[in-house]
């Protein structure tokens, strides 16, 4: 872009000298008009709503789907470019463009860094939901078989408790207080954690067994005959060895709580 400036520099020497002379008339006249044209030529290269800006857009775009098709590193000056030419409201939409795209081509290596170098433009909620979404999808191309863990929880028979709606989360422990699976359930049977039960995408039992995290466990049951409600907690170290837990729960484990 500093060549563009220098240019117009010495574009406008001539024009300059052109209107120095005593005997040019109209001289507010030809250095307005020349202003202006140096001004609209400036505009033309660096302009993000230019004619010449959509084509250094268009040779953009085409680069860096080049580099997407060669499962390649999107080099950081490409990145820079792109933050320059388009629109900040406008970036999470070419980005989800490239990432998706990448994603359906199996372009692992382009999705991640296209996925790592984007997030900051997905501020809302509904915009990082669909990051959320990305890391996701990323995370299950490159892991297809962590998809589809779970965890079983189990239930010994429970006297003098006619269960009501009841309530399961899990937590990572020592993580977020967000839970990674939150499970509302009317009976007392088998119960299958799965990511489907998770409140954001990728935050969930397949990235808890991934990483080797432990997982707390925290159940709360109603009685439809009593006020009374009673409660399991325990904590689980998940193995990314084992992508299939289960637990029976014991009737002597539950413990009532106070009220």
Known sequence: ???????????????????????????GYVIGLSLLMIALCIYSFVGKTSFLGSFKMH??????????SSNAIIPIK????????????DLTK????????????????????????????????EEKFIFYSFYKSLRDKRFPEYSQSKFV???EPIDNCDIGNSELKAFITNGPDLPIALIEFPTLQEITITNDYSLIP??????????????????NLSCNDSVDKISFNSTFLLNSNNLFNSYKIQANQWLKKEQ
């Open 1 to 27: 872009m500093i060549y563009i400036y220098i240019l117009s520099f010495f574009t406008l020497i001539p024009i300059f000298s052109y209107v120095l002379k005593q005997t040019t008339p109209n001289k």
């Open 59 to 68: 040779i953009l775009n085409k680069e860096i789907l080049e580099h997407i």
């Open 78 to 89: 490409k990145h820079e470019k792109l933050s320059l030419v388009i629109k900040k409201e």
């Open 94 to 125: 070419w980005y989800s463009e490239y990432i998706n795209k990448a994603l359906i081509g199996e372009n692992l290596i382009s999705a991640e860094d296209l996925i790592s170098k984007s997030e900051r433009y997905f501020i809302t909620n």
């Open 153 to 155: 929880i189990e239930f």
């Open 202 to 219: 990728g935050f969930d039992i397949s990235s808890a067994i991934l990483n080797n995290e432990s997982v707390d466990l925290e159940i």
